[in-house]
């Protein structure tokens, strides 16, 4: 997000907490108390945002944005930042459960890899915005079952070379989870059956120089 972005959520967070004050002040009686509960998701969740700035290093670029853990307060910030498709080359968005830092290092993905959906360029105009908001509402939606505790998050790169999602799960030797996860993933983002993506552990993608890292399991 640029910081155009930061600048509306601020001025959105001011305007509700003004409205809240307001509406503080009147008979509440009117409102059903149904809605005033919030829909709680099964996780929280922390949105960062990754831009390479001066000398600084990749992990000092990570910027933790914003967490949540209700339907409607994922909405609210969906909504009032940039979709990814905007972002400046070499950005990316990624939302990890709190507590698990977008990056191998992190003990709850070191050991793990990522499922890997590359896009072409002409994507970016066409699935970019509607595969990331997709992969989002599946994780926070817990939608892959009982697999669900295995995904840490997942991760957008906005590149001229063509853009990335990842999702990131926790243990690279689990391969039925990570199979369960691949499938779900390819289905419901509608990939055509011809199309593979592909796993990569970790490990190998650090390793890799210039070259793309290994697949473990193709879906
Ligand atoms: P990238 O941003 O994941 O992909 O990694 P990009 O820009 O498409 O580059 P490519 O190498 O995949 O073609 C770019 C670089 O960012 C990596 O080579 C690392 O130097 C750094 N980097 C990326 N990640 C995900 C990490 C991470 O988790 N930890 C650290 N320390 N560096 C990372």
Redesign the pocket.
């Known amino acids: 997000m640029a910081a155009d972005g930061l600048d509306v959520m601020e001025n959105d967070k001011q305007q509700q907490q003004q409205q809240q004050g307001e509406e503080g002040g009147k008979e509440q009686q009117d409102v059903s108390p149904d809605m005033l509960i919030k829909h709680p998701l099964q996780n929280t969740w922390t949105l960062w945002f990754?831009k390479q700035e001066g000398n600084r290093?990749?992990?000092e670029c990570q910027m933790e944005i914003a967490s949540f853990n209700t339907v409607e307060d994922f909405w609210a910030l969906y909504n009032h930042i940039e979709p990814a498709s905007r972002l400046k080359l070499?950005c990316?968005y990624s939302m990890f459960k709190q507590g698990i830092k977008?990056?191998?290092?992190d003990e709850h993905?070191c050991r793990g890899g990522r499922w890997l959906i590359n896009l072409n360029k002409q994507q970016r105009a066409s699935e970019l915005d509607n595969f990331w908001l997709e992969v989002l509402l599946l994780m926070i939606g817990e939608a892959f079952d009982e697999h669900s505790d295995e995904v840490c998050g997942a991760?957008v790169?906005v590149?001229s070379?063509g853009d990335?999602i990842g999702v990131w799960t926790a243990d690279a030797k689990k391969s039925e989870s990570i199979l369960k996860t691949g499938h779900i993933l390819k289905e419901r983002l509608n990939i055509p059956r011809h199309v593979s993506i592909g796993f990569q552990a970790?490990t190998d993608?650090?390793a890799?120089s210039g070259s793309t890292a290994k697949n473990k399991f193709t879906v």
Not at 102 to 105: D, I, N, V
């Open positions: 990754f290093t990749w992990e070499g990316d977008p990056m191998w290092e993905n991760v790169n590149r070379k990335k970790h993608t650090m890799k």
